[in-house]
Each structure stands twice: as C-alpha cells, then as structure tokens.
C-alpha cells in the first residue's frame, strides 16, 4: 500500500498493511536537526525561525521539510498557510485576520492585539476571503508526492479564530455577557473556512485537520453546555462540508477532553488528535471509549520522552501504543502534540523506525 492508502483506510475504520507514521507539525527548528542526521544532502537555511529567512533559505527549509517525509516513508504530510503573516516591525507580525502576533523564540507567535474586541468593531471590519495562492505548500506537497503520501491541512477551527480576533478574554465574558457577539464572530470565520474547504479539496486535499484546542491538561476552557452552544455547532458544520466532497476530517486539540468526548464522536470526525498522555488521555481507556468510532493520532510523548528519554525508551512507547491500540487498526502513530524545538531529533527518528519495526498490526 502506498503511504496515501494506509492513513485513508485507518481513517475509513479498516486495516492496512501496517500502522501508519505520520507528522502531525514540526517546527523549523527540528527539521533541521533532523534533517542533518540523513544521509543525504540538504541545503540547510542555519536559521531557527521561518521569519529571518530570505526565499533561497525557505526553499531550503521546505526541501529538507519533504525529504525527512520522503527518507523516513512517513505516510501523510501536513500542509497549512504559508506566510500569510505580515511584518509590522521586528518583532511583530500581522495575519490576514489583522490581528496581531509578537514573534517567539520559542516556536508560533502569540496574538497580542485583536481587531474585534467590541461587537461594534464588526461594523468596519472586512474578513478576508480565502485565495489558491494561501495553498502553496498544499500545491506543492501534491505535486512532490502525486498520491504517495496522504495530504493534511491544519485549518484553525472555531475557538481558535474566533477567540483570537476577539481576544480570549473577551470571548469568555461576551459568552455571558454578549452571546450574540461572539456567535457574529463565530459566523465570520466559519464562512471563511467553508470557502476554504472547497479550494483545498480542488487543489488534492485528502485529510482536513480542525485545528481547534480547547482543553489544558486538566479541563476544556469553557463549560460542555458552552461548547455545545458556540463551538461545536460551528466546527461541525465544516466536518459536514468536508464529508460532502469526499474528504477525511480529524479534530486536533490538545488537553483533556474527556468532558466533550462524546460530543466530538457524534460530530461525525473521522479521527482525534493528538492525545495527550499528561493530559489525562491515556491511550487504552480512549481506544475502549472510542473503539469502532473514531481512529486516534498520537499519544507518543512529546513533552518528556521525545525530548529527554532515551532511544530505547522511545521504541518501547511505540511498541506499547501499538499493542494497545492497534488491533484492529484504528491508530496512526505520531506525537502527542508538535515536534517542537525542544524534542531530541535522535528520538524523533527512533520513533519513525520504531513505528516501522513493530508496525505490523497483531493478530486478535
């Protein structure tokens, strides 16, 4: 089976030859560290954040990005927007959204000022619309691996939006204090995102990721009957879409999430992503919970294994996740959130080979 066939048949509830590998993000960084460890020539940038990189050095980057997926035979490649941030000064950068983001050493910016922080700012705020030239890492993934490898997008999903052009604090009071607010924004940036759906699906999308964490370690943000009410709805609504044109949807979040657990099944998501081990998502319990309904991603932890255990320990988790929750093959391994620049690249590869030396999936 190609790399593409293996996620898609984990993804539709059946079993593929083996457990597919795949990576769910990686920062600059570790692509980096990993890439020098191939055997293989690759034409490093030595810069460790994507906004200090001329276009010679980001073709750099995205080559070494794609040969650790091709010399690895990872089975699925994640795509996203591609520098759609604008530089306001050198330390801050500003979305298509207009909201704004000061850089971090440390990995993804952080929003720090909000273009609608008040309902009335909706009156002179003009989203953006969608465009094929936001899809070119999709474009070009495609075109690199024809149907290979299956193509992810991380599309940020409701809460996400939302509360980043209104700003968190504002969100969670205008739920009590103006629920009409928040469901205008709400509205706003899930018709962004249906739009969107139809130009990746036009452009070879197969897997769409809502990229929409709700959750810390211990709770989701807000209250079930508040996530019923100005999330869920919201978000399904493009698990819907992407159903109708023949795509696979997973529902990324980090955290526990045990409290929404049953609504996210019955929204129809194809997959869950990327629980958390110290988050209170330990993989035998969901893959009891969620057997037959949904396929889970992850789990491999990326807080203190990949970047502090040891290799062997590393192929001992993999092999654990697989006997546990492989069995009838509803898991795709990868890490339990990013491969952030704080994880080993030596354990980051044990993982890859580790996936393929016990990937066979064990017999009932």
């Known amino acids: 089976m190609t790399g593409r066939e293996r996620i898609l048949a984990c993804l ?34 030595g810069k460790n954040s994507i906004y200090d990189m001329n276009e010679q050095e980001l073709m750099g980057l995205l080559d070494a990005f794609f040969a650790i997926h091709d010399y690895y035979g990872i089975d699925g490649i994640t795509t996203f927007d591609l520098l759609n941030d604008k530089p306001v000064d050198n330390d801050h950068v500003i979305d298509q959204f207009g909201v704004t983001y000061k850089k971090s050493i440390y990995g993804l910016p952080v929003p720090v000022k909000y273009p609608v922080e008040e309902e009335k700012d909706l009156e002179n705020y003009t989203p953006p619309k969608p465009t094929p030239q936001e899809l070119q890492l999709l474009h070009a ?3 690199r691996f024809k149907e290979e490898k299956a193509t992810f997008w991380m599309m940020r999903g409701t809460f996400v939006r939302a509360s980043r052009l209104m700003g968190m604090e504002n969100f969670m009071i205008n ?34 990721i809502v990229e929409d ?30 159903h109708s044109l023949g795509l696979k949807v997973i529902r990324h979040s980090d955290g526990n999430l045990w409290q929404i657990l049953d609504i996210l099944i019955k929204t129809g ?22 057997k037959g309904k949904l396929c889970l ?15 062997e320990e590393v192929y001992k988790a993999v092999k654990d996740a697989i006997d546990i929750a492989g069995r009838d093959g509803g898991l795709i391994i990868c890490s339990s959130n990013s491969l952030h620049p704080g994880v080993k690249p030596e354990n980051c590869i044990a993982m890859f080979e580790a996936t393929k030396k016990y990937g066979i999936y064990p017999k009932s």
């Open 141 to 143: 993934a495609v075109q």
């Open 175 to 208: 739920i009590y204090d103006n629920p009409q607010f928040v469901h205008r924004v709400c509205k706003l940036v899930t018709e962004y995102n249906l739009a969107k759906i139809e130009l990746l699906q036009q452009s070879g999308l197969d897997v769409l």
């Open 12 to 45: 539709d509830g059946k079993m593929p030859d083996r457990v597919p590998l795949y990576i769910h993000a990686i920062n600059e960084v570790t692509i980096q560290g990993i890439a020098r460890l191939m055997d293989r020539p690759t034409n490093l940038p």
């Open 213 to 242: 964490d709700i959750a810390d370690k211990n709770r989701p943000f807000v209250s079930t009957s508040h996530f019923a009410e100005f999330i869920n709805p919201y978000n399904k609504k493009l698990v819907e879409k992407a």
């Open 297 to 311: 991603l992850g789990n491999i932890d990326c807080q203190e294994l990949l970047s502090s255990g040891s290799i």
């Open 269 to 290: 998501y194809d997959g869950l992503n990327p629980l958390e081990p110290q988050a209170g998502m330990d993989l035998k319990k969901v893959k009891e919970y969620t």
